[in-house]
């Protein structure tokens, strides 16, 4: 379907430039322009728009506050901000009201890019009653500001354990995990690491991006008001599903950044939880006790309590955050991945074992009755005879690691 975007700057030719962009997308896109804040807001009165992308510096009204505003009276709208701004407590307050951050000069394929990732989330995520639910919650994190600093010195030609191991220091939420996660039995260390620098250095750069992601997300919500619910073991689990999930990757020969983007799928995949628990604790805690009281799996609960699951309010927001669309995908479907139309081994499959195999090696349970293995999927996947081959290899691992 046709969606509506409007882009937001003083400067008229702009506006032409960004409209020139998606001139060959017409049958995606209807594209409206409006010269500074206060017409973008006059035309959104008017219509429902599916986006917005506004420049952060412009006379009136500036992008922080339209986006404040949009936020308050649009919320179902994606919102993107572009500026060439590099002051970093800024883009955090940006951020606060803005799913995405794009610097100046942005070429038209990285717009592109971005406004594609929307659409792959919309297509899907198309369950009406998901984005009601989205709709009634108040408090979701923020794009993490250290997650954009950390990816910055990846993507250097030369990244820097020393400048990444700075970033981490200054976010005491993350040192704490980074050395949580370094220190942890997983990794079978024979002495404790005590220095963000040599957690940075024994687990390596991409896995702190992975970290650096999570610990953001799971921070946001450490006090959730329900009994029984507890965020340790959901992060415990992260942790857990994360290690399968590389070690299945690695097993398969994957490459390093399809390898990377599963375990950080992995970590958020039961995010949505979080979401729900802080937002809405009375309908969460009757999920968890439909689910121990009849005996079926807490997906199924959600989806009779909310009408919608919480794998799927994770994935909703991650899209609108611009994660890849392989992760995306992995944490909308890890619990029925035949939903997705994916049919070769990538991330999906990989975390669909994962969580299976983390729940059965597990001491803590999950509400209700537990998730099992989509043998369709996996076979239809080309993987199905590995599993006995991967059960074997990571239970090994662990009775290593006891």
């Known amino acids: 379907m046709k969606k509506r975007i409007l882009f937001v700057d003083d400067d008229p030719l702009q506006l032409n430039l960004y409209a020139l962009m998606l001139e060959d997308e017409p049958d995606a896109w209807e594209v409206a322009l409006a010269i500074g804040g206060r017409e973008a807001l006059e035309i959104l009165a008017q219509g429902r728009f599916d986006v917005v992308v506004s420049d952060m510096r412009m006379s009136g009204t500036d992008g922080m506050e339209l986006m404040t505003e949009i936020c308050r009276r649009h919320p179902h709208v994606s919102r993107i901000i572009i500026s060439g701004i590099d002051d970093q407590e800024e883009i955090a307050r940006c951020l606060e009201t803005t799913h995405q951050f794009l610097t100046k000069p942005v070429g038209a394929s990285d717009l592109l890019a971005t406004l594609a990732c929307i659409r792959q989330l919309d297509a899907y995520l198309r369950d009406e009653?998901?984005?009601?639910?989205?709709?009634?919650?108040?408090?979701?994190?923020?794009?993490?500001?250290?997650?954009?600093?950390?990816?910055k010195e990846l993507n250097a030609d030369e990244p820097s354990v020393e400048i990444i191991a700075d970033i981490v220091v200054k976010d005491p939420a993350l040192t704490a995990k980074m050395l949580q996660v370094a220190n942890s039995a997983a990794f079978g260390l024979a002495q404790k690491v005590s220095s963000p620098f040599a957690a940075v250095q024994f687990l390596g750069l991409a896995t702190?991006?992975?970290?650096?992601?999570s610990s953001h997300v799971f921070s946001n919500f450490e006090r959730a008001p329900i009994k029984g619910f507890s965020v340790r073991h959901l992060w415990d689990s992260a942790l857990r599903c994360a290690r399968i999930t590389r070690a299945i990757m690695q097993m398969e020969g994957a490459d390093e950044n399809p390898t990377e983007d599963a375990c950080a799928a992995a970590m958020l995949r039961d995010a949505g939880k979080l979401m729900l628990a802080r937002n809405l604790p009375q309908p969460c805690e009757q999920a968890i006790k439909l689910a121990n009281q009849r005996h079926i799996?807490?997906?199924?609960?959600?989806?009779?309590?909310?009408?919608?699951?919480?794998?799927?309010?994770?994935?909703?927001?991650?899209?609108?955050?611009?994660?890849?669309?392989?992760?995306?995908?992995?944490?909308?479907?890890?619990?029925q991945p035949n939903l997705s139309g994916a049919k070769a081994f990538g991330p999906l499959a990989a975390i669909h074992v994962a969580n299976v195999f983390a729940g059965q090696f597990s001491p803590d349970q999950t509400p209700g009755k537990p998730v099992e293995l989509d043998l369709d999927y996996l076979s239809a996947a080309g993987v199905q005879s590995r599993l006995t081959t991967w059960r074997a290899e990571i239970e090994k691992s662990i009775a290593h690691d006891e």
Do not use: C, N, Q
């Not at 909310?306 to 994770?314: D, I, K, Q, Y």
């Open 297 to 335: 799996s807490f997906p199924d609960a959600e989806k009779e309590v909310f009408g919608a699951t919480s794998t799927g309010v994770a994935a909703y927001l991650f899209g609108l955050w611009g994660l890849s669309a392989p992760m995306v995908e992995a944490v909308a479907f890890h619990l």
């Open 208 to 213: 702190v991006r992975s970290i650096a992601l």
């Open 129 to 151: 009653k998901l984005k009601a639910l989205v709709g009634k919650l108040d408090a979701l994190p923020s794009f993490p500001t250290v997650y954009l600093k950390i990816m």
